[in-house]
C-alpha cells in the first residue's frame, strides 16, 4: 500500500519507529539529508541494495520535492 | 522521483510504504533540522529573528498599541495556529483607544519568505526595494521570525 503523507504525519511515522529513505543521488544525500535517513538513490534501488532496510516495518522515503 | 522509488518497494515486496510526496525541500523550508555539512550559501534560517511582535485577527488596534513597546510601528497578524493572515503598519499613528478590530485594518496578504530561502539574495532584494524586514514563514504559512536586511 502506497500512501502520500506531509511532514507532520512523516514525524509520527518515524516517533513510531517507520524506516526513512532518500532516494536521491549520494552526494546530495551527504550534503543533507533528513535525520536518521537512509540513502539508496533510486537508480540502485533493487532487491540487493533494498535489503538494508526491513521489509517487515513501514518505510518512509522522499526525494528534493513534489516535482 | 519519490513514487517511483515507492513503487519500485511496493515491487520489491514491501507492505507499507509512505511518500512524503513534498521532499527534503519542503522540511528545509519548514525549517524542521537535518543532518550533513548542508549548502555553501547561508540560508534565512540562520538570521531569522524569532522576536517578531505578533496580534491577533480579533484584538482591538487601540488595545495591540497600548500592548507593545511604543517603538514597534508594525506587528504581525496571526491566527490561532500562527499562520500570518496579514500586516498591521503604522502603529506608531493608532489612537490608543481605537475600538475598530484588526482583521477590519490590517494589510492582508503581506510577502513571506522561507527559511530555506537563500539568506545572500533576499537580503539583496531588501535593499534594493529597502524593505526594512520580511517575515519568515514554514510553507503553510506558520510564522517563524523574521528577517532584516543586516
Known amino acids: 500500500m502506497l500512501i502520500s503523507i506531509d511532514r507532520h504525519r512523516l514525524r509520527q511515522l518515524l516517533d513510531g519507529g517507520a524506516q526513512l529513505l532518500e532516494v536521491l543521488p549520494a552526494d546530495e544525500y551527504a550534503e543533507e539529508h533528513l535525520p536518521g535517513a537512509l540513502n539508496i538513490p533510486l537508480k540502485q534501488l533493487d532487491a540487493n541494495t533494498a535489503q538494508q532496510?526491513?521489509?517487515?516495518?513501514?518505510?518512509?522515503?522522499?526525494?528534493?520535492?513534489?516535482l | 522521483m519519490s513514487p517511483r522509488a515507492a513503487w519500485r518497494l511496493l515491487q520489491l515486496g514491501f507492505e507499507q510504504v509512505y511518500d512524503y510526496t513534498a521532499g527534503k525541500i519542503d522540511w528545509i523550508a519548514a525549517g524542521w533540522p537535518t543532518e550533513g555539512p548542508g549548502p555553501g550559501e547561508a540560508r534565512v534560517l540562520t538570521a531569522t529573528d524569532p522576536n517578531v511582535a505578533t496580534c491577533?485577527?480579533?484584538?482591538?488596534?487601540?488595545?495591540?498599541?497600548?500592548?507593545?513597546?511604543?517603538?514597534?510601528?508594525?506587528?504581525?497578524?496571526?491566527?490561532?495556529?500562527?499562520?500570518?493572515?496579514?500586516?498591521?503598519?503604522?502603529?506608531?499613528?493608532?489612537?490608543?483607544?481605537?475600538?475598530?478590530?484588526?482583521?477590519?485594518?490590517?494589510?492582508?496578504g503581506p510577502t513571506t519568505i522561507r527559511p530555506s530561502d537563500n539568506l545572500d539574495e533576499v537580503r539583496e532584494r531588501m535593499r534594493a526595494r529597502q524593505?526594512?524586514?520580511?517575515?519568515?514563514?514554514?510553507?503553510d504559512g506558520e510564522l517563524l521570525g523574521v528577517l532584516h536586511p543586516e
Open chain 1, 53 to 66: 532496510l526491513d521489509i517487515h516495518r513501514p518505510v518512509a522515503l522522499y526525494c528534493w520535492d513534489a
Open chain 2, 56 to 108: 491577533g485577527l480579533e484584538e482591538a488596534v487601540g488595545t495591540v498599541r497600548r500592548r507593545l513597546d511604543p517603538e514597534i510601528t508594525s506587528c504581525a497578524v496571526i491566527n490561532d495556529h500562527r499562520i500570518v493572515a496579514g500586516r498591521l503598519e503604522h502603529l506608531d499613528t493608532i489612537d490608543p483607544q481605537d475600538p475598530r478590530l484588526v482583521s477590519q485594518v490590517m494589510r492582508p
Open chain 2, 131 to 139: 524593505v526594512q524586514q520580511l517575515l519568515v514563514t514554514t510553507p
